[in-house]
């Protein structure tokens, strides 16, 4: 299975921009990037996805590497809403159809 | 409607007892998962419904069984299960099971305790 890596945690203060990245070094050609981020108690939230360009929606961007293997959620100012676990996924698709696994998430704190 | 809803929210089990876990969805998504999570771990992946056929079953026990009567509906029965299977169990939907299928709709789970 594809896998990811991510930092456990990171700190960012308020208003200010964060960049969580992530490894996918085993990434295959069909693989998208997803990330999603989970606050305490609540199921997992969509964030961004994408293949190989830059995306960008209103809750954040999401800047891939040119070789795929790597990629970086940038959450444009940070606020105290923010602080959650973000989950750097790779979604395969096979011939049973789509895989969603989890990478280790990053906790991220946000200092006011 | 854009929301997955998962019943009961906690439920606490003895370990000879049968008990299930619902799942509701009225998007029109015609993929529907299960995932496990415990605690300060990531979700992982458990079953993968499509077209209300299962299509991936990551090895899991046969005491949990999952059943998707319909489109909108899937289940997920426990008989038997073990202390260890106390988690928090996630139910989340897409839109189809094809290549360009979009992201993932999450319920906010069902904390399932096994005494």
């Known amino acids: 299975d594809a896998k990811t890596t991510q930092p456990n945690s990171m700190e960012s203060n308020e208003e200010e921009p964060v960049h969580l990245p992530c490894n996918h070094s085993?990434?295959?050609?069909?693989?998208?990037i997803h990330w999603y981020r989970q606050l305490p108690s609540q199921g997992p939230e969509y964030v961004i996805h994408?293949?190989?360009s830059n995306v960008n929606n209103r809750m954040a961007s999401l800047a891939i590497a040119e070789d795929r293997k790597s990629s970086t959620l940038i959450l444009h100012r940070a606020t105290l809403r923010d602080a959650a676990v973000y989950y750097c996924?790779?979604?395969?698709?096979?011939?049973?159809?789509?895989?969603?696994?989890f990478g280790t998430g990053t906790s991220l704190t946000v200092i006011p | 409607d854009t929301e997955v809803t998962q019943t009961p929210k906690h439920l606490v089990m003895g370990m000879t007892n049968k008990k299930s876990l619902k799942c509701e969805q009225h998007?029109?998504?015609?993929?529907m998962y299960w995932y496990k999570q415990k605690a300060k771990k990531p979700p992982e992946l458990m079953f993968v419904?499509?077209?209300?056929?299962?299509?991936i079953n990551e090895s899991v026990p046969s005491r949990f069984s999952p059943e998707c009567p319909n489109s909108s509906l899937l289940n997920l029965h426990l008989h038997a299960l073990q202390p260890e299977d106390s988690a928090l169990y996630l139910c989340?939907?897409?839109?189809?099971?094809?290549?360009?299928?979009?992201?993932?709709?999450f319920g906010e789970g069902s904390r399932l305790t096994v005494l």
């Open positions: 989340a939907s897409s839109q189809s099971q094809g290549p360009n299928t979009g992201e993932l709709f």
């Open positions: 085993t990434i295959s050609g069909t693989d998208y």
């Open positions: 994408g293949l190989t």
């Open positions: 996924i790779l979604r395969l698709y096979e011939n049973t159809g789509n895989q969603f696994y």
């Open positions: 998007m029109g998504h015609r993929a």
């Open positions: 419904y499509s077209y209300e056929k299962l299509s």
